[in-house]
């Protein structure tokens, strides 16, 4: 079982990477909630426009750490459960390259890619396969 014990070792360094990251995502997400309950009383028109836009951006921004630690925490709830490490769908383990990639990844890289294909896709993965796909690979930011 000489074989299993890197990988087990392994799983035990990305728990401590989740809780770091869990942690940071926190404390991220009560600053950006208690910065976007502060009210400037300023009347300048340009000065209320930039400061709706920033809580506009810090309002995604904490959409999307919220998600991430939502994902984090339901890794951490399955290495509790000794199931950290295996793919949702097939059951199989992810490989170690890729939970090193996304440590709250829950499934292998062909389960994710099935799933992308038949669910029409979103998020920036999916975008960016079907650019490339397309010849749109030198694309800019702004075309998103």
Known sequence: M?????????LQKLRQVLMRRRDALRRALAGDLSSLRELRD???????????????????????ESRELEQIEEALGKMKLGTYGKCD????PIPLARLEALPYASECIECRRRSEGTSGGGGWSSWSGKA?????????????
């Not at 000489?2 to 392994?10: C, H, N, T, Y």
């Not at 796909?133 to 075309?143: F, H, N």
């Open 2 to 10: 000489g074989s299993s014990m890197p990988r087990k070792e392994a």
């Open 42 to 64: 300023q009347g300048d028109v340009l000065d209320v426009a930039l400061d709706t836009a920033q809580d506009e951006l810090n309002s995604q921004l904490a959409e999307v």
């Open 89 to 92: 769908p097939c059951g199989k």
């Open 132 to 144: 490339m796909d397309a010849g749109l690979s030198d694309v800019g930011m702004d075309a998103v």
